[in-house]
């Protein structure tokens, strides 16, 4: 079984910061692109940020500048460091993981988390 953890959402003010972290644990051989989706209430889910296994990071444009995804492979967890929240960053986020397991040669699965609630409000 695989697993997939986020922490460290909450609320912040406008121009704060938060860092998101997703762990990923179980019979895990090699993880290769993580993500981080957003999903805000009556909207639809929507990719935030991306990273390789080779460290390769692509942003949604509204992000780019602010947000910057980063991962531990040694950890098997990724990050996204978010700064000058604005209000309409406010969503439930989520990680993605494209993940081989132990046994299953090369194929890779995605898995989800259960997602953290990111509130920016005065």
């Known amino acids: 079984q695989v697993q997939l953890v986020e922490s460290g959402g909450g609320l912040v003010q406008p121009g704060g910061s938060l860092r998101l972290s997703c762990a990923a644990s179980?019979?895990?051989?090699?993880?290769?692109?993580m993500g981080w989706y957003r999903q805000a209430p009556g909207k639809q889910r929507e990719l935030v940020a991306r990273i390789t296994s080779g460290g390769r990071t692509t942003y949604t444009d509204s992000v780019k500048g602010r947000f910057t995804i980063s991962r531990d492979n040694a950890k098997n967890t990724g990050y996204l460091q978010m700064n000058s929240l604005k209000p309409e960053d406010t969503a439930v986020y989520l990680c993605n993981a494209e993940i081989i397991r132990i046994g299953d040669g090369w194929r890779a699965y995605a898995y989800w988390g259960q997602g953290t609630q990111v509130t920016v409000s005065s």
């Open positions: 179980g019979t895990i051989a090699s993880i290769n692109a």
